[in-house]
């Protein structure tokens, strides 16, 4: 029978003391999708996990915390004498020990020192509560289960090559474990509930195929943190299996991750869609299975060191994202996911189609000074300038393919007028979500997305999208800002200086220009966008990441498209010259 002194919260509590407690309790199993305690029950019982791990569920939908082996369940309401405040169900089997309120308060009574242990422990407990925020707290997942996807079947080699990876990532110490049915030796599900305990307790990862038969598949499933489906697109029925269908009722959605298998890098990418929806994971990544970078991409998605690029809107001003992605591709640094808001999203969008820097600043220069994408004005109606030109560029350019098609995760964000909230484009054609986080309000009109959402500038509410890039994945980030955030501006012009509409008139007739103008609709309206967004951006950073401030060209405005390839050398010097050299990538970006 497990001891309660390898708890370390019963440190410097007496043998005597934990050998009544242990004695007083009842071990209890539970099975993986079980609630053991549930919100709004009497709390009169302490538990204490022994092996398995549980999420804490508050109101049947926002999951707040994960509960391992060596934790209590439940100690905050116990001592409080009220009611359970959230389901705590188990993501695996598991099996805790179980205290009642009159034994553990005879037992107390004996031997006072438990109550200080215990008061530590609420105190430790409610220090966490207080520092969290509203997304979920989760722990980087020991125990994947692994399985095929519809009729799919995994590839020879596969978990090998996926162990390799991991191990690639991981601290050199730390053990990787692969497991597949045909090496592994018959046990009941006890002593496999143990065997996982012990290599919890080294650290270890364990990545377990858990196709096969159903005991089999049921059992891996069950005690699993993760689940990794791998599907073959076009090669097979996306119709989940059985064993993936009784895998999602115990694996949360959080939890899992689907992959997406082609043969090569340059095969294309299409419907994914119909492999995502029916199984609603957190994530979804694409393996071209030449690609051994491909797997490592996956191990630091699973370990939590995936590296993600947030890009802020600022027109041409974005072109300075470029140089960014530039420095960081000299340096081998991977990009993992992108995202971001206006020109962020549209340089994000370009690169996570696979396009090279050169490409995507031959691609603005075509829609912006070629093809005068944004200097076609119309009636003030819905908007200053006509958007015909700009929005069959995008279509041409940018493409109608899913985002979920991208071989780079990507997001872009937009400003979403119908539901007063920021709107994340996951799925979708990649050019709308690039029209709509790019749509300046009163400069273009907005876009109207398929389900009738008025959709403006991603800017408007959140011009660093870091915060959503935290929802998305863990790990570290680059967050990518433009503009000097302690410039302060001021103009020499007087607000007597405004001109009539006749002067403006007879003004833009004759061509002339003021030696100082009045800040322009367009100035107006980037400024207003990013103030707050600068204002809070280094709040928003977590830990692992890394704000960079690339250099602006003097005076350059958000439409002087001309001076963008300028501005990304520039840029790309900037980072490569000044930020790279103070990073290292295995502490700063692997911690």
Known sequence: MPDLARHSLFEGVSPEALKALQSASAMRHVAGGEALVRQGDDADALY?????????????????????????????????????????????????????REAFDKIAALYPELNVAMLKLVSERLAVATARTSSISSNIPRVIAILPSGTSKLPDGFLARLANAFEAVVAPDTPVIPIDRATSEAADAQEYQSWLAEQEAKGAYVLIDGSGPDDWGQMVCRNADALVMVARPGQTDPEPNAMEVAAMRWIAEPQRTLLLLRTSVDKL?????????????????????????????????????????????????????????????????????????????AMGGAIARGMTVDETLDQMEAMFIHAKAMKRLTLPIYSLLDPTVFDSELRTRYGTRD?????????????????????????????????????LPTILPPFIDKDGNILVDGGVLDNVPVKVMHGLKSGPNIVVSLGDPHEIWRTDVA???????????????????????????VEIMSRSMVVASRMASKEMLGDQDILVNPPIIANMQILDWHLGRELAEMAADYISEHVLPTLDFQTDFTK
Request: net charge positive.
């Open 48 to 100: 204490f996990v022994e092996s398995g791990r549980f999420r804490v569920v508050v109101n049947k939908m926002r999951i707040v915390a994960h509960i391992e082996a060596g934790e209590a369940v439940g100690e905050l309401a116990f001592f409080a004498g009220g009611k359970r405040t959230a389901d705590v169900i188990a993501t695996r089997d598991s099996t805790v020990r179980e205290i009642s």
């Open 269 to 345: 990418i299409s419907k994914s869609g119909e492999w995502i929806d029916p199984r609603s994971p957190k994530l979804h990544h694409h393996v071209a299975l030449d690609n051994d970078a491909d797997f490592t991409k996956i191990a630091r998605f699973m370990t939590g060191r995936a590296v993600g690029v947030v890009l802020a809107g600022g027109g041409a001003l974005g072109c300075a994202h470029l140089g960014v992605i530039k420095a960081l591709r000299r340096a081998s640094i991977p990009i993992d996911f992108i995202g971001g808001a206006s020109a962020g999203a």
């Open 403 to 439: 985002i979920a098609d991208q071989p780079i995760n990507f997001f872009g964000v937009s400003t979403n007028l119908s539901t007063n909230g920021l709107h994340i484009h996951r799925r979708g054609p990649l050019w709308e979500c690039v029209r709509a986080s790019g749509s």
């Open 495 to 521: 607000y007597d200086d405004i001109r009539g509409r006749w002067s403006l008139l007879r003004d833009v007739i004759m061509r002339r220009k003021r030696e100082i103008e009045f800040p322009s609709i």
